[in-house]
């Protein structure tokens, strides 16, 4: 069964740093672009950032650009988020997302990922 699974999201006081991290079952990260969302209650879901599926390209939303770093290890076959310097608008549940293999760059749109986990929740305090 292919799936994707999220972990290290939690409860963290403003200006604290979370890792999340998001490991792949059943399909091989190294050959598929890579991306993570997030949805606050009452609003849509929204693009955070991505990467491509050489790890030679990056793209991050403006409210998480120099915040958060996205990056990939092919050997454990996961894709992180590195968030730093946390704000209380950034508390939403958090998904990360995988593309169909080789597919060029980096990707902003929700619709061009065909593999999604179920999420993880962040929560800052202020």
């Known amino acids: 069964q292919v799936q994707l699974v999220e972990s290290g999201g939690g409860l963290v006081q403003a200006g604290g740093s979370l890792r999340l991290s998001c490991a792949a079952s059943?399909?091989?990260?190294?050959?598929?672009?890579g991306g993570w969302f997030r949805q606050a209650p009452g609003t849509e879901r929204e693009f955070v950032a991505a990467?491509?599926?050489?790890?030679?390209?990056?793209d991050y939303a403006d409210s998480v650009k120099g915040r958060f770093t996205i990056s990939r290890d092919n050997a454990k076959n996961t894709l992180d988020l590195q968030m730093n310097s946390l704000k209380p608008d950034d508390t939403a549940v958090y998904y990360c997302a995988s593309s169909p293999p080789f597919r060029i760059g980096t990707m902003r749109g929700g619709y061009q990922y065909d593999l999604w986990g179920q999420g993880t929740q962040v929560t800052v305090s202020s």
């Open positions: 059943g399909r091989t990260f190294f050959t598929s672009a």
């Open positions: 990467i491509s599926w050489r790890g030679d390209s990056t």
